[in-house]
């Protein structure tokens, strides 16, 4: 079986869609298009979610791996 790290999962969403699930409850929708090994990501054509709703478009945006809580394809 083959391994897989999480930095190897991250390159495989790179250039797709992801949900971004962070602390405080907020939820962004956007196409992964960069990552460090601090897991600090770059979102492109971001949308801002709270309690399920759009709150706003962003474009681009920048987030912090220490507030992330789950990436996940979407």
Do not use: C
């Amino acid at each position: 079986m083959e391994q897989s790290r999480p930095l190897d999962m991250l390159n495989r969403a790179r250039n797709n869609s992801v949900l971004v699930d962070l602390k405080g409850g907020l939820r962004y929708v956007g196409k992964l298009e960069a990552f460090d090994i601090h897991i600090n990501i770059v979102l492109g054509d971001a949308e801002e979610y709270k309690d399920g709703e759009i709150k706003r478009k962003l474009g681009n945006v920048f987030i912090r791996g220490d507030t992330i809580i789950t990436i996940s394809p979407a």
